[in-house]
């Protein structure tokens, strides 16, 4: 039983840590603010790194958990539920982590208040923000599976 709680604490840390980073960093961003958006992805930086461990961690407890209940690892929702983990960090990897290092650079570079064309073609990038709403989606499919158990 310890372990459901694990899995369910630290996935929940990695969703508040991804998601409410992301949108944080999208709000500042589009401010346009240079010294708001230096020091925001500056400060963002260790939160970014953490976010692929706690997930990882969370993996680690949600396997141990589903051992300890005697889960099949093979049920057909749990295999949904690793397909849509799975999409989930291929959207973090591909798309925001991307982003919010492209736009991190492109701020520290920037000279002066008024954004450069650089920093202003980051920020404008939108799969940042798709990434940012796909993930949200995958988040509340995977908390559906996990809740509903469909599929057996």
Not at 28 to 40: C, L, M, P
Not at 47 to 57: A, C, E, K, M, V
Not at 134 to 148: D, Q, S, T, Y
């Amino acid at each position: 039983m310890i372990f459901i709680y694990l899995h369910i604490i630290t996935m929940f840390a990695a969703v508040a840590v991804s998601i409410g980073s992301g949108l944080l960093l999208h709000r500042v961003a589009q401010s346009g603010d240079v010294r708001a958006i230096q020091t925001a992805f500056r400060l963002a930086k260790p939160f970014g790194q953490s976010t692929p461990i706690l997930f990882i961690i969370g993996l680690v407890f949600g396997l141990f958990a589903a051992a300890a209940s005697s889960f099949n690892f093979f049920a057909p929702w749990l295999i949904l539920s690793y397909v849509l983990f799975a999409a989930a960090m291929v959207v973090g990897g591909v798309m925001t982590g991307p982003w919010q290092l492209r736009v991190g650079k492109a701020a520290a570079l920037n000279k002066g208040d008024a954004p450069s064309a650089d920093l202003q073609a980051a920020i404008g990038d939108q799969r940042g923000k798709l990434a940012l709403w796909i993930n949200g989606a995958l988040v509340v499919a995977i908390v559906f599976v996990m809740v509903a158990k469909p599929l057996g």
